[in-house]
T-cell receptor
Framework: KAGVTQTPRYLIKTRGQQVTLSCSPISGHRSVSWYQQTPGQGLQFLFEYFSETQRNKGNFPGRFSGRQFSNSRSEMNVSTLELGDSALYLC???????????FGPGTRLLVL | GNSVTQMEGPVTLSEEAFLTINCTYTATGYPSLFWYVQYPGEGLQLLLKATKADDKGSNKGFEATYRKETTSFHLEKGSVQVSDSAVYFCALPGVTGGGNKLTFGTGTQLKVEL
């Protein structure tokens, strides 16, 4: 079974721009969670989507948003990029009953 | 919410040495506990998990036992290899029974030398 896929793998943007990252979960997984990983703050939870609805939200500004489609694929968007948004963004999906999260390879975003 | 404390790294060991990475947690109830591993330039891989007290998770020679008396979930391996060099994260749900929001430790970098 294919794992979690994320596109693009690498991205370079400039301050003020916006970016959209995509995540395709493992087949049959309906929950998708997003995390930000930085050297200073470590791994921080952004939000979780289940059946196209946001179920959990972390402590990030409104510039960070997401959505989930009917096929469980998810996107996250960051508007008005800041230098501090440079990070590895990880997506994870989980099985409806098992609950264990499986991660994708991540999208590395560099904001210049 | 739940939280986890993990030993600081980096940890440098010689090949075939014994590994212990300490992890202690604070939680309401008895949530599942996880160890994830991150190899350079990659995402997180689930290494092992335990879903209830006294459970032992194991995979690829790594083991961890869910000890509710000491609120610990230490990771151990009897003989490390160079290929085990990576960053290891201890994790648990941010809120017991509260969906898929994981709280992670700060990560412990392991370097194994020949």
């Amino acid at each position: 079974k294919a794992g979690v896929t994320q596109t693009p793998r690498y991205l370079i943007k400039t301050r003020g721009q916006q970016v959209t990252l995509s995540c395709s979960p493992i087949s049959g997984h309906r929950s998708v969670s997003w995390y930000q990983q930085t050297p200073g703050q470590g791994l921080q939870f952004l939000f979780e989507y289940f059946s196209e609805t946001q179920r959990n939200k972390g402590n990030f500004p409104g510039r960070f948003s997401g959505r989930q489609f009917s096929n469980s694929r998810s996107e996250m968007n960051v508007s008005t990029l800041e230098l501090g948004d440079s990070a590895l963004y990880l997506c994870a999906s989980s099985h409806p009953t098992e609950g264990t999260q499986y991660f994708g390879p991540g999208t590395r975003l560099l904001v210049l | 919410g739940n939280s986890v404390t993990q030993m600081e790294g980096p940890v440098t060991l010689s090949e075939e040495a014994f590994l212990t990475i300490n992890c202690t947690y604070t939680a309401t109830g008895y949530p599942s506990l996880f160890w994830y591993v991150q190899y350079p330039g990659e995402g997180l891989q689930l290494l092992l998990k335990a879903t209830k007290a006294d459970d032992k998770g194991s995979n690829k020679g790594f083991e961890a036992t869910y000890r509710k008396e000491t609120t610990s979930f230490h990771l151990e391996k009897g003989s490390v290899q160079v290929s085990d060099s990576a960053v290891y994260f201890c994790a648990l749900p941010g809120v017991t029974g509260g969906g898929n929001k994981l709280t992670f430790g700060t990560g412990t970098q392991l370097k194994v030398e020949l």
